[in-house]
């Protein structure tokens, strides 16, 4: 009764927006800032009652719009093992953040507790962290959620302030496993395990760091100020941070997505970086992609992309493997991930590798649960968000070898380390642009590799994206992991026989999870049928 009052006494200064349906999508709810703070109450509830189901474990609650423009927000829930929430909880999700009043939304809350056996008594304590990124309706928002949180009897909010998605997500996983889980802790993991891969890197006569420097926009979001401590931990690096926020607009022309998607210099990039190694951030710095600014060209780039991290880091992971690798012995199971947005010259790339490459739809959810499946689970998305998953029985096979005595040789024993350190580095939860960063710096500098010669390793066949407003996207239903559409009928063949004109042409359309349009990918041989492709297949949606 107690928990019935609170609920509907709380619920009442939250009112949901009018005329607006919202769901959780690709990654959470994301809207117009203005209207979220009913549902970021609602979903504050959520996690406490999510913490309380899992027997009182740590849940995260980040308050991000990623990417998107800075006048939207958005809300997303982190599981116990730093992971996103489990997909079975987004029906009910969506159901309370349409709830249209207070008495609804208490009887929602209370059939569901009855259905999944949760103590809504106070006899447990539940306890969620909070995480937002550096847009100003973030702080409303985070009250909101903590409203929404405490609303529930013995479940305590705690607030992490301004951090990144990834490191919210890198703390309710360190909480869950008891070990050190503050803002330090995570800053100390990432600098020592990068400092002990270049330690690591054997010896050449001549520069220690042969590869120069490194130029990072930050999109001026969260990434900027992140970056700037793990910079002064690490007087190894060379680093220069731009678009850190001081001056410029979260996303604006700036970016990750922004260059990704635009295939251009972000602001306040120009001639003068022409040759240099640059890097972008999203805005709440859980993308990455690399770049080089191409002379001559206005503010045209070289795009080093998702794939190509995604097929460095699994060329490092495959080498320091086989250097391990002894006959008859324990052989662990590699599995790259990727969507169909992946290049078809990276797939290509990657199975000459020799690895197995596995394609899952659109969003992190996928891909991270397809990579938990292998011992080593690379998932990378082309726009940037991506890690590596290593399982625990890998983890502690090598552990044993990293105790081996003397008889394994040097190398050996530097592999061990080397995937040991690769371990820590990278961010188990989620994708990190930070952790990621480090580790390309990381692997540059072992190989002696410039971004050119990184940018080799294939080349990508020509793209184009576009979208398209739609009244309805959930008109459009697709099958075999996004690649073809199943509604409306006749799309399919349609899309078909306007790709069989070009060689190598290869298109697929999907409505977004985060945005309301279609997305419309192309391929082809040259940047003007890719483009020809994706203007024709975008028709047949509108
Ligand atoms: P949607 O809007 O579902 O395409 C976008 C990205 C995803 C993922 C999510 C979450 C593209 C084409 N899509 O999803 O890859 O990153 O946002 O941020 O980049
Ligand atoms: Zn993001």
């Not at 050119?452 to 994206?465: A, C």
């Not at 992991?481 to 799309?491: D, H, L, N, R, W």
């Not at 409505?511 to 990918?521: A, I, M």
Request: proline share 4%; net charge neutral.
């Amino acid at each position: 009764e107690q928990q019935r009052s609170m609920l509907l006494q709380s619920a009442s200064s939250f009112p949901p927006p009018k005329g607006t349906k919202l769901s959780y999508g690709t990654a959470g709810f994301r809207a117009d800032a203005s209207i979220l703070q009913s549902t970021v109450f609602r979903i504050g509830i959520l996690a406490a009652l999510r913490s309380l189901k899992t027997g009182g474990a740590v849940i995260g609650l980040m308050i991000t719009a990623s990417h998107n423009k800075v006048s939207d927000n958005g809300v997303k829930i982190a599981d116990p093992s730093g992971g996103m929430i489990t997909q079975d909880w987004e029906p009910f999700a969506d159901c309370i953040a349409n709830a249209p009043d207070p008495e609804s939304l208490v009887q929602l809350i209370n059939e569901f507790a009855k259905k999944e056996n949760i103590p809504l008594d106070g006899a447990k304590t539940a306890t969620v962290l909070l995480g937002r990124d550096t847009r100003p309706s973030g702080e409303s928002l985070v009250k909101a959620a903590k409203q929404g949180i405490c609303s529930v009897v013995g479940a305590v909010a705690t607030d992490m302030g301004i951090i990144t998605t990834p490191q919210l997500h890198w703390m309710v996983r360190a909480r869950n496993k008891g070990l050190k889980a503050s803002e330090l802790d995570y800053f100390e993991q990432l600098s020592s395990s990068f400092r002990c891969l270049i330690d690591l890197i054997p010896k050449k006569s001549g520069d220690n760091n042969p590869i120069g420097k490194l130029i990072v926009d930050c999109a001026n979001g969260v990434g900027g100020e992140k970056l700037q401590v793990l910079k002064e931990k690490l007087n190894g690096l060379h680093l220069e941070i731009r678009n850190s926020g001081e001056s410029g607009i979260l996303n604006e022309g700036v970016g990750a997505d922004y260059v990704q998607k635009e295939k251009v210099a972000p602001q306040g990039f120009g001639p003068a970086d022409v040759g240099i190694r640059c890097a972008s951030l999203d805005g709440d710095a859980d993308r990455l992609v690399y770049f080089t600014v191409i002379s001559n060209g206005n503010n045209k780039i070289n795009l080093v992309d998702g794939d190509k991290i995604l097929s460095l880091f699994a060329l490092f992971i495959k080498d320091q493997l086989s250097i391990l690798s002894d006959k008859n012995e324990y052989q662990p199971r590699v599995g790259v991930v990727q969507t169909a947005y992946a290049n078809g010259a990276s797939t290509k790339y990657l199975n000459q590798l020799g690895l197995e490459v596995i394609f899952t739809p659109t969003g992190v959810k996928y891909l991270h649960g397809k990579a938990e499946e292998y011992d080593i689970g690379i998932y990378f998305e082309a726009n940037g968000h991506g890690t590596i998953l290593f399982s625990e029985h890998f983890l502690n096979w090598l552990e044993g070898r990293k105790n081996e005595p003397s008889s394994t040789t040097k190398e050996k024993q530097n592999a061990v380390k080397r995937l040991w350190a690769v371990s820590k580095l990278i961010n188990q939860a989620v994708g990190d642009a930070l952790s990621g960063l480090l580790l390309v710096e990381a692997i540059l500098q072992h190989m002696g590799w410039s971004v050119d010669k990184w940018n080799e390793l294939y080349h990508d066949l020509p793209s184009r994206q576009l979208k398209v407003k739609v009244a309805d996207r959930s008109a459009v239903v697709t099958t075999y992991a996004e690649t073809s559409v199943e509604k409306p009928p006749g799309i399919q063949e349609a899309i078909n026989a306007i790709t069989e004109k070009y060689p190598e042409g290869r298109c697929f359309v999907r409505p977004s999870g985060t945005e309301d349009v279609v997305r419309v990918y192309a391929e082809a041989k040259t940047q003007e049928t890719a483009d020809e492709v994706a203007a024709s297949v975008a028709k047949l949606v509108d």
